[in-house]
């Protein structure tokens, strides 16, 4: 294998990653886990711009997901990730 071929692999799977990161935006649950998944692995670097945009989505529309359908895991998981990627959430967000 080539540099140049193991470089185009390299985007092609960074492509993958940012083609399932919009697919989940539909599901916060599931976008939250792959984004959670993507931040674990110490690859978030690459796709910054649509971590930041999937945030940015969720926390405009926070008021719109209903907590009843989301156990405790990604209620602080959305807190945590929100937090970290520095919006201005309360803890008593979840309580509305």
Known sequence: MTHAYNKLQIEDLKEV???ELVAAAGKPSQQLKFIDAVKRLGVAYH????IEAALR???DNHHHID?????????????RLLRQQGFN???GMHNQ
């Open 17 to 19: 990653v940012r083609r």
């Open 47 to 50: 796709f910054e711009k649509e």
């Open 57 to 59: 989505h969720i926390y």
């Open 67 to 79: 907590d009843k359908y989301n156990d405790l895991y990604d209620v602080s998981l959305r807190f």
């Open 89 to 91: 959430i309360s803890c």
